[in-house]
């Protein structure tokens, strides 16, 4: 990972190469990298399809080692759904394969003359581009099978769906799975959007002949990672909850905490939670022969995916995460399980991020173009996405956008971005991070719902104002840098609660670059990950008066508990105040 | 105008008439005074469309009364399309006929339980509300017409169309001209999606027994009156120009100059100027029986209007504006008058601003929905928004969200808000007022065309930045402070370049009022107006970031000069500092 793969689409001729040593980003991988690389080449008022924004992928700074849970994957630009600096992440094979490859991050940059659209493929004899319009308007399964045909199936793909060519501000961007499959997605803030602006349909990988990256203290790596991932296997969330019913299972313990939005934020729990929770997900795939505990790349021992079949017992989707099933299902009023895992594949297929299309289509919903519970009208207006009608380019331009165009004053959105599946009236320390992240709405970034709910790193009452504001602001912090190491957030869960295997997570880093971090070290790469981006932010014109929840979740009570958000605007501004 | 009228629309059984002594804002008119209330009572983070939202509809300080040119009417709200305050400015009768029956605004406040639709009905009796659902849906023409029905023909009114009821952020609202017609329009920033949140479909005015408005001082007024129509008749724009060919009189002007935006700003003139010019304009008028000067309010002087018939005679619109025939024609590549003349028709019907509405047109245009210079396709696609189709909601949703579902990077709008008929390449103090306008981009805010190309009040080469800051800083200020009074911002052409016009003003409101106002004090008043508006945007998080012109006007260079915003953002952040 000592290189960049730099590729000019502006260039006359056609799109240029250029492999160039890493240089002063040395050291950063993952959305350390991405937001650096966003910073400090990106005009900040530049269009987000514009020539001038950048493209970066980037695999974290474990990625391509035999680190358990180190193949997650950063994408970085400015995004066409928040208007400002984005890191979304994934899972899936490309990172371990991209990262043995050598690759610190691939950087889309410029705009294609013409109209055509490229694919990339990388081995580690290079690099060639090539047109290749017979792609065009394919959904990310035809993509891959493509790929497949043409380059067999030792292959790992980035691509994008009929979503990102047509530019949509939702429009995710795939990655394949251990079966090479489209599944995991960097789903948030359009950056499948901008892909499809710089033109490339599909980055394909094949890292035959590579081997995993050496740490410089094989013995002490190895002994780090045994520590690791006998943390993460004694750890009850991600040693026995998350495998045997995904993430899914906070399903019920979400709704049970009143905390589960309900047709478009309306109410904290759905009736019908119990038909699309993560114990009857679980049970339903293993009943049709499909797989309930799977992980998303080789290297994963939490093993929270699995495989979702159809009522005949054919693969349908990847199991449908948590946030799908809520986005999709109670977000909806939706309560049928086999309609959110179809809506799930077409927004794989499409390349949409599962969280956006369902805060849009609850929007729709309110605005009165399909009736909360209608699963088959869902999956009609996700299918108008797919076609881009007009209808189809409004929702698949996120939730904002639908609002803005009917007419709808009640919109989930924190820049621009839609909330995920945590009400912010009973999780209020997700509230906060809500409101405050330099990402818009996400879960990811500071994921409060450990010490508001699941009682993981101590306990806030998530009610209540009161250590809202240090959580989300330590979890924020924590979470950046994590996103820096290609590490799966999910190992937070054991990390925050033992202290041991933090350690092992330390020594991880430290043997495979011969460093000497301290806890001290990562709270301040975390620290500067995020001080970057909010400047990014500010740059583009934000200030604090966009981290603020839209207004309903300060007026409307939320049953049951019958609490509006209580975070002052006062307080919000401190969460950058370290 | 000692009191104001506030309809509480959320009042348990319906909507509450408060008439109240003016107070804390007696003295202010028109835009000081709808500045000043939404300023002052609109939380800056509350959703356009929200109960918190208001509309104040205020005539101006000398409204009501025999003062030449004094039918100005302002509209304010927190916009919808901008995010940020807007007062946008209408002709018409309703402002004379508002302040004889004493009202110094009517405020809308709050937002309808129910899904009525209201009519309002005020004469010298007081106030009445009904909700009347057979208006739901009509056009400005229909309820104007039903309206006379009921009322008889000697009466005002204020109305929305479709528009202003789905909400659309290009919606305005309509005010009638002196034949009863919805021909004037607060077009900019969406103000009629505020009205038809409030649930309000028309007010109607009858000023039946009521008296002009009287001076303080009777005979001084007067021969002010004398002197200040004397300055408006000798000024070759006031007096020759505008009577003559209207407002597009500009087109052939414009063009030359290399500053009429053709085909969504790609090119600075217009191969087909002369067959959409004033002239031809006004010829095509005489010659069918309608009328080429016109006024739009009794006791207007200037007569920049006319009545546009069909080629069978038949009356068909107002005088379509410089602006309208610009957006539907030269901006969309239209060079046929008769189908400009139809797209403003349809515009007034379904409660439009033209002007967006163009700009709109041009970026779908660039999007590929239809080509350049095709009129019956442009027809059709403002029917679309008419009918409220999605492709419909994302049109009348303006430029802005069209480029946005469309993924079209050229999308000529600052603040949300779609430029107008001046390219900021060859027209650079426009350019200044477009990115650095409260209002977003507003040709009104700070008409630098006066020194920039028609050499008013000085000049200041249009290619260069120097002195342009300057030039529209002391506009906007002017600016503002006429728009308080009543006054056509056309007087400005005399005021400007004749120091006895200005005095003859000062002397209007002086006698009026029984002042002692000199120049300072007019300055005073605009500066403090900006100043209220400003603070109202950064407490809603607009920045410097935001007096931004989009990219692509300082990368494309613009035929015929070959040049770009020229202007830094060093300077545009200087507009405020004086």
Redo the contacts between chains.
């Keep these: 990972m000592e290189k960049l793969l730099r590729i000019n689409m502006s260039a006359e001729g056609g799109p240029e190469v250029n492999v160039i040593p890493i240089g002063e980003y040395a050291g950063l991988g993952g959305r350390a990298l991405t937001s650096a690389v966003i910073s400090k080449e990106v005009?900040?008022?530049?269009?987000p399809?514009?020539e001038?924004n950048k493209l970066v992928i980037a695999p974290g700074m474990l990625s391509g080692s035999i680190a358990a849970m180190s193949g997650r994957i950063s994408v970085g630009c400015k995004s066409?759904l928040t208007g400002g600096i984005k890191e979304a992440n994934s899972g899936g094979q490309p990172s371990q394969v991209l990262a043995r490859l050598g690759y610190a991050a691939i950087i889309l940059e410029g705009k294609p003359k013409d109209g055509d659209l490229y694919k990339v493929f990388i081995n580690k004899d290079g690099v060639k581009i090539t047109p290749d319009n017979s792609l065009k308007m394919l959904g990310n399964y035809d993509v891959v099978e493509k790929m497949k045909g043409e380059y067999g199936d030792k292959i790992a793909c980035i691509s994008i769906g009929p979503a990102g060519e047509?530019?949509?501000?939702a429009a995710s961007i795939a990655f394949t799975d251990m079966e090479l499959r489209p599944t995991r997605h960097a789903g948030r803030g359009g950056v499948g959007?901008v892909m499809?602006?710089k033109g490339v349909k599909v980055i394909v990988l094949d890292d035959k002949g590579m081997a995993s990256r050496a740490p410089k203290d094989p013995g002490k790596f190895k002994a780090a990672n045994k520590a690791f991932v006998e943390g993460l296997k004694k750890h009850p969330v991600t040693g026995e909850a998350l495998p045997a019913y995904g993430t899914n299972v906070l399903a019920n313990i979400i709704n049970e905490a009143g905390g589960y939005p309900t047709n478009n934020f309306l109410w904290g729990r759905f009736p019908g939670v119990s038909k699309i929770s993560g114990e009857t997900e679980a049970e339903t795939e293993v009943a049709r022969g499909g797989v309930a505990t799977h992980g998303c790349h080789r290297g994963c021992t939490i093993q929270c995916s699995g495989i979702y079949m159809d009522k005949d017992g054919h693969y349908l989707t990847k199991q449908p995460e948590y946030e799908t099933v809520w986005a999709h299902g109670a977000n909806c009023g939706i309560d049928d399980l086999d309609a959110i895992a179809m809506l799930d594949r077409l927004d794989d297929d499409y390349g949409l991020d599962t969280i956006e299309m369902g805060a849009t289509i609850g929007v729709a919903m309110e605005a009165g173009l399909a009736k909360f519970g209608d699963a088959q009208a869902a999956i009609g207006l996700i299918k108008e996405v797919g076609k881009g009608?007009?209808?189809g380019?409004?929702l698949g331009?996120g939730a904002a956008?639908t609002g803005?165009?009917?007419?709808v004053?009640r919109?989930p959105v924190v820049k621009g971005q839609a909330l995920p599946a945590y009400d912010p009236r009973s999780v209020q320390g997700m509230g906060v991070t809500y409101a405050t992240s330099t990402m818009g709405a996400d879960h990811t970034a500071g994921y409060a719902v450990t010490a508001n709910v699941l009682k993981v790193g101590g306990f806030v009452d998530p009610l209540k104002a009161e250590g809202q504001i240090e959580l989300s602001r330590n979890l924020q912090i924590a979470t950046a840098a994590i996103d820096a190491t290609g590490m799966c957030l999910f190992i937070a869960f054991a990390v925050l609660d033992q202290p041991e295997t933090f350690q092992a997570l330390l020594d991880l880093l430290n043997s495979f670059y011969g460093l000497k971090l301290t806890g001290d070290d990562v709270t301040a790469l975390g620290k500067k990950i995020l001080i970057m981006e909010r400047d990014f932010n500010k740059?583009?014109?934000?200030?604090n008066?966009?981290d603020?929840l839209?207004?309903?979740f300060k007026k409307e009570l939320l049953p049951p508990h019958n609490v509006v958000f209580q975070v002052t605007d006062e307080d919000l501004d401190k969460v950058y105040n370290w």
């Design positions: 005009p900040p008022l530049a269009h399809l514009s001038d066409p047509m530019k949509m501000s959007a499809g602006a009608t007009p209808l380019r409004i331009n956008v803005k165009v009917f007419g004053e919109v740059r583009a014109g934000f200030t008066q966009q603020r839209p207004e309903f």
